[in-house]
Structure formats: C-alpha cells, structure tokens
C-alpha cells in the first residue's frame, strides 16, 4: 500500500450522523520525525462520544476540524520508528484516527502512543481493558463507590462501559439491575454477565420497573443515557445515594437540547450526590485498572462482548450503529491484519 485511505470530517452533523458528513479521500503516506513512529491502523474503537468530537464546540478536547481524519482510538503497527523505545513490527494502541496510518509519538494525543501488554489481543485492548472498560472500573469504584448488599442501577448495561460497570459492582457485592433494549441484549445481561435483574426499556415501563426490581432504592446509579431514564432513576435514590453521570446518548443526535431532570430537588431531600467525570483524568492510574481487570477476565468473574464489523468502506455506518441499537457489546472494526 502506497497511500494513506481517509475518512475526512466533511460537515458537522445535525440530527443523526450519516455518512453525508463524511468524504473518502487519499494522501501520501506520511513521515516520522525524530522521537516519532509510522503506525498502520488495523482496527478502529468507535464510541457515543465520537458525536460530540464532531460538534463545533470546545469540550475537554477540541472538535475534530472540518478536512481532519475522523478521530478515533486504534490498535495499530509500527511500520517504521525514529524512536529507541518502538520497533518495525511492534502492536501499539493510540488515537489513529479513519485512516490507513498515523504518525505518532508517546505523548501525542489523548492516547499517547503504548505497546499492548503481552498476550492482549487488540479486541481485548479496545474494549475491556481500553477506554470504555477505564470508564466503567474508575467512575463507578472512584464516584459510585458501592459498598457490599447496596444496589446499583446501571443504564446502557449491554454498552461496552455498562456492562463492565454492571459485572463489576458484582464483584463488589451488590445488587445489580441493568436497563436495555431489546429481548437479546436483556438475556445476555441475565445469563453471561450475571445481573440480578434487567429492564428493556423498549418494552417495558422503566420507572414502575426500576420501583419493581429495586425494592430497597437504588445506592448507585450508573448513567450512560440521561433523558427520561435519568429522570426515572432519580424518582428511586436511597439516602445519600451516588449518581454517576458517564453519557448522555439520548441527547447526542437531538436537534433541540432534551429536556433535563425536574426531579432533581430529589438529591437534596435524599442528600445524594450526583457527578461527573472524563476518563482522561485516570489515564495515570490505568495500570492498576488494568491488573484488576485482567485478574476478573482470567478467573472467569467477567465477561465482555465485541461487536465486529470490517472494511475500511465501512467505517461511517459502524459509528452508525451505535446510536440505532445494533452493537451488542463494544463497536469495533478491523481494516487490516499485521504483518
């Protein structure tokens, strides 16, 4: 391969993203500088907060610029180095972006440049021991902080964070209930990840299910979803309860802002607590998340699914899924084997 393939941000999006709000294109390969390395993407991580990179606004990163390859994670191989800790040859994971290859150096962009850990395969890497598991590991034992017999509700449970979150307030022993669409995604949670109880919001009466299967109130509430679920689950906060906001994918695609909670005199009267975070902010720590993560995996404690799509023409509608409910478990794609 002598080009560099790329999917380009074309136009910002206004409702769903489509793939109109991307252009293929194709330039030189690029070279690495001193203290920088040649990486060959092979997969792609797709997250909901890809959605709010393409906005026009500033967050904790900037947006991604109209002409600039889409950003995204990767797990990648170096095909040339200018750098003493890299080799021609050695998997890596960084933020590669919709493109063949990336130039990159250690610490250049939100994911740095890191060889994967031995015997760590790059699905693993993008998605239980990546971002979306760091997420679910630090923001519920760092902000929910549950305690054994306490019950935590996690919604977007069959998501690549909430389902990791759900399995591991689990492990901590509580009382696990998991919201989710469809009857596929409910089962899994039940039968593989082990939650306690599940509640399809597609089918089912959230509010009166969350009063239903959480009959002591919730202590935890893990939040990838906002909107009227979030609303719903504050109507169930115990006494000094922890809420615990991670996303909001049911706001990303709206046209108008969503309306917001009105119960939330709710935390007062309960004196909860409800926050925020970014997981770039644990980026230092990742190593602990990671050893205690591995350990589960091995013992059989946890269990993680991986949604794989391939092709390099087909990066737009696999970010697509994630916001029409087709992915079960973390949305990757591969476009290329190492060499």
């Not at 990066?315 to 060499?339: E, S």
Request: with cysteine; hydrophobic share 40%.
């Amino acid at each position: 391969m002598n080009i560099n393939r790329q999917w380009v941000l074309a136009k910002r999006p206004s409702g769903l993203v489509t793939k109109d709000n991307f252009t293929f294109t194709e330039s030189p390969i690029p070279s690495p500088a001193e203290g920088e390395v040649l990486v060959r993407n092979l997969y792609l991580s797709f997250d909901p907060t890809q959605r709010g990179w393409m906005e026009d606004r500033e967050s904790y990163l900037p947006p991604v610029g109209i002409g600039e390859p889409m950003r995204a994670g990767s797990v990648g191989q170096v095909t040339e180095t200018r750098h003493p800790d890299f080799e021609v040859g050695d998997i890596v994971q960084t933020t590669g972006g919709w493109q063949d290859f990336v130039v990159v150096a250690p610490n250049q962009g939100p994911m740095g440049l890191s060889k994967l850990p031995a015997g760590v395969s790059p699905e693993m890497m993008l998605s239980v021991l990546g971002v979306t598991g760091l997420t679910a590991y630090f923001g519920l034992l760092e902000l929910g902080n549950p305690q054994p017999g306490e019950t935590v509700l996690v919604s977007g449970a069959a998501g690549a964070t909430g389902s990791v979150a759900g399995q591991i307030a689990r492990i901590k022993g509580c009382k696990v209930v998991g919201i989710a669409g469809g009857a596929e995604k409910c089962a899994w949670l039940k039968s593989e990840a082990g939650f306690d109880e599940v509640i399809d919001y597609k089918n089912e009466d959230v509010n009166a299910r969350i009063g239903a299967t959480c009959p002591n109130k919730l202590d935890v509430y893990f939040d990838n979803v906002g909107g009227e679920i979030l609303q719903a689950a504050l109507n169930h906060i115990n006494l000094n309860a922890r809420v615990v906001l991670c996303g909001g994918i049911s706001g990303y695609n709206a046209t108008e802002p969503v309306p917001g909670p009105s119960n939330l005199m709710n935390l007062v009267t309960t004196r909860s607590r409800m926050e925020g975070f970014i997981i770039l902010d644990y980026f230092p720590r990742a190593a602990e998340a990671i050893e205690d993560l591995l350990g589960w995996i091995a013992s059989g404690e946890l269990k993680y699914q991986v949604d794989l799509q391939e092709g390099f023409d087909n990066i737009p509608d696999t970010l697509q899924r994630l916001f029409t409910g087709q992915n079960l478990g973390k949305q990757l794609l591969k476009i290329a084997d190492p060499v």
